[in-house]
């Protein structure tokens, strides 16, 4: 079972950018899709955006479409989400996690092997 470790969370003023990373334990990296989700106060945990195991695909929430970039480097075993233009909404608790099943599912449900989460905060 692939485990999973989010960073680079932080506290960033609105306009400005982080870049989050999920390392993944495994010889199998390239075989999952994974995502990233994120879980506001008070607010239920949501789908931001994913990637497909080869890197050739993705797919992003409507709020961050344009804003950010999911990416992959399957020979580091590492995800990422570049995250550009950041807004006070975008405060969150960020995580990864590994797609069970076909492309293009976003439930909570349809995820597993969930990393601890990384915070991001940011300030108006």
């Known amino acids: 079972q692939v485990q999973l470790v989010e960073s680079g969370g932080g506290l960033v003023q609105a306009g400005g950018s982080l870049r989050l990373s999920c390392a993944a334990s495994g010889r199998t990296f390239s075989s999952y899709h994974m995502g990233w989700f994120r879980e506001a106060p008070g607010k239920e945990r949501e789908f931001v955006a994913a990637i497909s195991g080869s890197g050739g695909f993705t797919d992003y929430a409507d709020s961050v479409k344009g804003r950010f970039t999911i990416s992959r480097d399957n020979a580091k075993n590492t995800m990422y989400l570049q995250m550009n233009s950041l807004k006070s909404e975008d405060t969150a608790v960020y995580y990864c996690?590994?797609?069970?099943?076909?492309?293009?599912?976003?439930?909570?449900?349809?995820?597993?092997?969930w990393g601890q989460g990384t915070q991001v905060t940011v300030s108006s």
């Open positions: 996690a590994v797609l069970n099943g076909g492309w293009g599912r976003r439930r909570l449900t349809e995820y597993a092997s």
